[in-house]
């Protein structure tokens, strides 16, 4: 019967503990337009965008086998990544802590204790020791003093109860800060794939620009000769051998800028994917080109974008975690009921202790209740709703910003495209003219002063197509990174699991 009735208690207990107080978390749905404007905007020469679905790996549009590896290598070994894994092992670590809040503890004790009760004095002080048996007194006084041995065993257990579930909401609150962890951990993925695509485009613009000068330099090395050639016959002045060879150092001095520039790239590049700044030190060769751009860039609809953007992701996270918060403080208003009980055995000599004559135990339930806190229960709660509301408030920024970020690459794409189509066109006029200005050069029909005006308009185009184009390959990456792929089906850190660190596998 007693068995009984301690069963039906915890159902009881367990029927009760199904009630929750607090808001319960909806995922919010924020106005998003049908499509993207800039979706409209197509340039002759320039990528159009589509609403086909983003590729998720969108680096491979470039058709780049050394960006491919570079990304690889960045998404296995990069710090910062690594660090964000372990930040999602504590995330993990944090619920497991919290779910056992709401199951039974048991401990378990042993003790031994050597005791002299020191009643001798306490019966002195009550002058029990003077009455009319003296020795009698004496004697039990004295086997009251003899030091005792007493020896202990028990165990002891604890549950308390979450009648209004405020362990159960902060489970809730603790597994909405673990997936915030993830979603941070794949938004760090998306800039860091970026970053690595961006510098290595600075990079191979930094080899185009550098190439570019020196055949430039190379170039203008024969016309200095030429005009050297002319002095000698009295066919050019000394203005004419002056302004060539000014020009030579001039192009000569623009050299060590893109030589920094390339370094600079490469070093970032080699950190980036966890190395030592010289650990790329030859990779790339000396020359290389930009990548061509795809031909076609699927953006997908604004609908998708919170589904795919992890930083979005993590500010729902945050969101239901301070929903979840609430709950808990609501929760602290109202009383905790636990059910507690200690079982043990205790004696006095070690060869008794076993026996079950020697057990002791208690079990009850307590109840405390809240009554008087100065406020601080109800300012908690106030609190709780208050961050609440902001964690709504930066959701819905950070959709805004996500769509701002969107519409200002399409825009940038486009306005690109028209830019470098006129800077192609500027530079095959200019070298048509420079062409045909050299020749007239050798055949003595105008002055160097005309050929060198045409020359330096020539580098100056060639130099900001090369921008242009680096402009033009940087913006989309932007783009790419506004629309928030890169993430999907990446394994957490070099094929780690998040809840074995170690890889021990226990």
Same mark, same amino acid.
């Given at each position: 019967?007693?068995?009984?009735?301690? !069963?039906?208690? *915890? *159902?009881?207990?367990?029927? =009760?503990?199904? *009630?929750? $107080?607090? /808001?319960? %978390?909806? /995922?919010?749905? /924020?106005?998003?337009?049908?499509q993207y404007a800039g979706v409209q905007h197509v340039a002759d020469g320039g990528p159009a965008p589509s609403t086909d679905s983003p590729a998720s790996f969108w680096w491979q549009q470039f058709h780049d086998p050394e960006l491919d590896r570079l990304e690889e290598r960045a998404a296995a070994g990069n710090l910062d990544l690594q660090a964000a894994f372990l930040r999602i092992v504590e995330?993990?670590?944090q619920v497991q802590s919290a779910r056992a809040q709401g199951l039974p503890s048991l401990n378990a004790s042993a003790s031994y204790t050597r005791e002299q009760l020191g009643l001798a004095g306490i019966l002195k002080s009550q002058h029990v020791n003077g009455g009319a048996a003296p020795a009698t007194t004496e004697a039990l006084i004295s086997s009251l003093e003899t030091p005792v041995n007493l020896y202990q065993l028990g165990f002891d257990a604890s549950w308390? !109860?979450? =009648? %209004?579930?405020?362990?159960r909401r902060s489970v809730e609150a603790a597994d909405a800060r673990s997936v915030g962890a993830v979603e941070s951990r794949n938004d760090l993925l998306v800039s860091l794939e970026a970053e690595v695509a961006q510098d290595y485009f600075q990079l191979r613009a930094g080899q185009m620009l550098r190439q570019i000068t020196a055949d430039q330099i190379a170039a203008q090395r024969e016309i200095a000769d030429l005009t050297q050639d002319r002095q000698q016959h009295g066919l050019a002045g000394e203005a004419d051998v002056q302004s060539a060879r000014a020009q030579l150092s001039t192009l000569q001095s623009e050299l060590p800028p893109y030589e920094q520039s390339i370094v600079a790239s490469r070093h970032a590049l080699a950190v980036l994917t966890g190395q030592n700044p010289e650990a790329l030190e030859g990779a790339f060769g000396d020359t290389g080109d930009l990548p061509p751009l795809p031909v076609v860039i699927p953006v997908g609809l604004p609908s998708t974008l919170a589904r795919r953007r992890p930083d979005i992701r993590q500010s729902e996270a945050a969101l239901h975690a301070a929903t979840a918060q609430v709950g808990v403080s609501v929760a602290s208003l109202f009383p905790d009921i636990s059910l507690t009980g200690t079982l043990g055995v205790r004696n006095l000599s070690p060869g008794y202790l076993f026996d079950w004559d020697s057990k002791f135990y208690t079990f009850g339930p307590s109840i405390s !209740?809240?009554? %008087?806190?100065?406020?601080?229960? $109800?300012?908690?709660?106030? =609190?709780?709703r208050a961050q609440a509301a902001e964690a709504a408030l930066n959701y819905h920024n950070t959709v805004l910003h996500a769509l701002e970020e969107v519409e200002d690459g399409l825009t940038d794409l486009h306005q690109d495209a028209i830019r470098t189509a006129a800077l192609k066109d500027t530079v095959t006029a200019d070298q048509r003219a420079l062409d045909v200005d050299l020749e007239s050069y050798r055949h003595g029909l105008i002055t160097y002063i005309t050929v060198l005006t045409v020359q330096i308009q020539m580098v100056q185009a060639r130099q900001q197509l090369a921008q242009a184009l680096l402009a033009q390959n940087t913006d989309l990456v932007k783009l790419y990174k506004a629309l928030g792929g890169g993430w999907e089906d990446a394994p957490a850190v070099a094929g780690k699991n998040p809840d074995d660190p170690d890889g021990a596998g226990n």
């Amino acid at each position: 019967m007693r068995l009984a009735r301690i !069963l039906a208690d *915890c *159902c009881v207990a367990g029927v =009760l503990t199904a *009630c929750q $107080v607090g /808001p319960k %978390f909806a /995922p919010p749905q /924020p106005p998003l337009p049908d499509q993207y404007a800039g979706v409209q905007h197509v340039a002759d020469g320039g990528p159009a965008p589509s609403t086909d679905s983003p590729a998720s790996f969108w680096w491979q549009q470039f058709h780049d086998p050394e960006l491919d590896r570079l990304e690889e290598r960045a998404a296995a070994g990069n710090l910062d990544l690594q660090a964000a894994f372990l930040r999602i092992v504590e995330a993990r670590v944090q619920v497991q802590s919290a779910r056992a809040q709401g199951l039974p503890s048991l401990n378990a004790s042993a003790s031994y204790t050597r005791e002299q009760l020191g009643l001798a004095g306490i019966l002195k002080s009550q002058h029990v020791n003077g009455g009319a048996a003296p020795a009698t007194t004496e004697a039990l006084i004295s086997s009251l003093e003899t030091p005792v041995n007493l020896y202990q065993l028990g165990f002891d257990a604890s549950w308390e !109860l979450d =009648l %209004f579930g405020k362990v159960r909401r902060s489970v809730e609150a603790a597994d909405a800060r673990s997936v915030g962890a993830v979603e941070s951990r794949n938004d760090l993925l998306v800039s860091l794939e970026a970053e690595v695509a961006q510098d290595y485009f600075q990079l191979r613009a930094g080899q185009m620009l550098r190439q570019i000068t020196a055949d430039q330099i190379a170039a203008q090395r024969e016309i200095a000769d030429l005009t050297q050639d002319r002095q000698q016959h009295g066919l050019a002045g000394e203005a004419d051998v002056q302004s060539a060879r000014a020009q030579l150092s001039t192009l000569q001095s623009e050299l060590p800028p893109y030589e920094q520039s390339i370094v600079a790239s490469r070093h970032a590049l080699a950190v980036l994917t966890g190395q030592n700044p010289e650990a790329l030190e030859g990779a790339f060769g000396d020359t290389g080109d930009l990548p061509p751009l795809p031909v076609v860039i699927p953006v997908g609809l604004p609908s998708t974008l919170a589904r795919r953007r992890p930083d979005i992701r993590q500010s729902e996270a945050a969101l239901h975690a301070a929903t979840a918060q609430v709950g808990v403080s609501v929760a602290s208003l109202f009383p905790d009921i636990s059910l507690t009980g200690t079982l043990g055995v205790r004696n006095l000599s070690p060869g008794y202790l076993f026996d079950w004559d020697s057990k002791f135990y208690t079990f009850g339930p307590s109840i405390s !209740l809240p009554i %008087f806190h100065g406020g601080a229960l $109800v300012a908690n709660v106030r =609190l709780s709703r208050a961050q609440a509301a902001e964690a709504a408030l930066n959701y819905h920024n950070t959709v805004l910003h996500a769509l701002e970020e969107v519409e200002d690459g399409l825009t940038d794409l486009h306005q690109d495209a028209i830019r470098t189509a006129a800077l192609k066109d500027t530079v095959t006029a200019d070298q048509r003219a420079l062409d045909v200005d050299l020749e007239s050069y050798r055949h003595g029909l105008i002055t160097y002063i005309t050929v060198l005006t045409v020359q330096i308009q020539m580098v100056q185009a060639r130099q900001q197509l090369a921008q242009a184009l680096l402009a033009q390959n940087t913006d989309l990456v932007k783009l790419y990174k506004a629309l928030g792929g890169g993430w999907e089906d990446a394994p957490a850190v070099a094929g780690k699991n998040p809840d074995d660190p170690d890889g021990a596998g226990n």
